[in-house]
């Protein structure tokens, strides 16, 4: 059996619990993802991407390898890459900043 399909759908159940649920309902209302949770242009690049994937893993506690869910989800890959290369740019720190405020009310 590989671990091909499966694992991803395992994976995919992290982001469907009810803690999960509720952040993705906020994040459609704020316009960061739309009704099929996929990134809208406010998410357009891949370090933005990865720094929304990476307040949610914080907020749901996601196991490592944790941005794999994320990947499936989007059709990404290297999203943890973006995020350590990216993180430092003032821009990204704000989104993080302004993706958490969204996310927390």
Same mark, same amino acid.
């Given at each position: 059996?590989?671990? $091909?399909?499966? %694992?991803?759908? =395992?994976?995919?159940?992290? &982001? =469907?619990?009810?803690?999960?649920?509720?952040?993705?309902? !906020?994040? #459609?209302?704020?316009?960061?993802? =739309?009704?099929?949770?996929?990134?809208?242009?406010?998410?357009?690049? !891949?370090? %933005?991407?990865?720094?929304?994937?990476?307040?949610? #893993?914080?907020?749901?506690?996601?196991?490592?390898?944790?941005?794999?869910?994320?990947?499936?989800?989007?059709?990404?890959?290297? &999203?943890?890459?973006?995020?350590?290369? $990216? #993180?430092?740019?003032?821009?990204? #720190?704000? &989104? !993080?900043?302004?993706? !958490?405020?969204?996310?927390?009310?």
């Amino acid at each position: 059996s590989c671990p $091909g399909p499966n %694992a991803n759908a =395992d994976s995919l159940a992290l &982001l =469907d619990t009810p803690e999960a649920q509720q952040l993705w309902e !906020k994040a #459609i209302e704020a316009g960061w993802v =739309d009704a099929d949770r996929q990134p809208t242009n406010r998410l357009s690049t !891949k370090a %933005a991407k990865a720094v929304f994937a990476n307040v949610m #893993i914080e907020m749901l506690n996601i196991p490592r390898p944790a941005y794999v869910p994320f990947e499936a989800l989007w059709g990404e890959t290297g &999203l943890q890459n973006s995020y350590s290369s $990216g #993180i430092d740019r003032p821009t990204n #720190i704000s &989104l !993080k900043n302004d993706i !958490k405020r969204s996310l927390q009310q």
